[in-house]
């Protein structure tokens, strides 16, 4: 079996979402939403290291002069092949275990990152994932799987969907990969919570999540957002009418 270590973070990152152009460099609390993501990813001290993957297009020349600014490693390569890019990135800086994080997620959680890394590094499994299923709130979405497994899905992937999701090749075949979906528990079992962003009304819900929990230098979890949630039910309506694109959109 191979390796475990080296278990690097690899961020998804661009400027050019349809609905919400720019929305990594976006202000929340005065710190742009993918500092938030980097701060909150660092708090999991299991963590190597944390890698940006950035489209090699123009548009995308401000968010790598961001990377060099805060000093956060980044690799650059295909825009619509990410697959691809993400399989040259972890060639590149030599990652043995990835963890894939999408940079409109910014609530990611280290606790939970760090139980789900914990986990996949104990079993067998050649992939596991938080938010794909198992009933967690939309945005904490975390796969982790080996730099050997990225690699062969690389080759073998052909749809288009799959090359540009990186990773439906995998959940997808369940009779080719052995596959385990992590399951929330107690107050964080809340799959009707959309904590991601994807358009402006996203964005507001997660300005105003952490105008309430936010301290610099101190990272809150999910739990606080939830009971923050559950005290203020009408911040939910913010985003309630926002449909989650799909793969196929």
Known sequence: MATKDNISVIVQARMTSKRLPGKVLKKICGKHVITHIIERLRACHTVSNIILTIPDTKPNDSLAEYAKKINCPFFRGSEND??????????FFNVNTVVRITSDCPLVDP?????????????DFDYVAVGIEGNFPRGLDTEIFSFNILERVNVQAQLSYE??????????????????????????????LRLTID?????????????????????FGLEEVVELLDKHPEFLKINAHVHQKGIFE
């Open 111 to 123: 606790k939970i990152l760090y139980e789900a890394i914990e986990f996949y590094k104990k079993s």
């Open 199 to 219: 358009t402006e009304d996203d964005l507001q819900l997660i300005r105003k999540i952490f105008k309430k929990l936010y301290k610099n230098g101190a990272i």
């Open 82 to 91: 990410v697959l691809t890019r993400y399989y040259e990135t972890a060639k």
């Open 163 to 192: 090359r540009e999701h990186v990773t439906p090749y995998i959940y997808n075949h369940p009779e080719l990969f052995k596959i385990h979906f992590l399951e929330a528990k107690g107050k964080l079992r809340r799959p009707d």
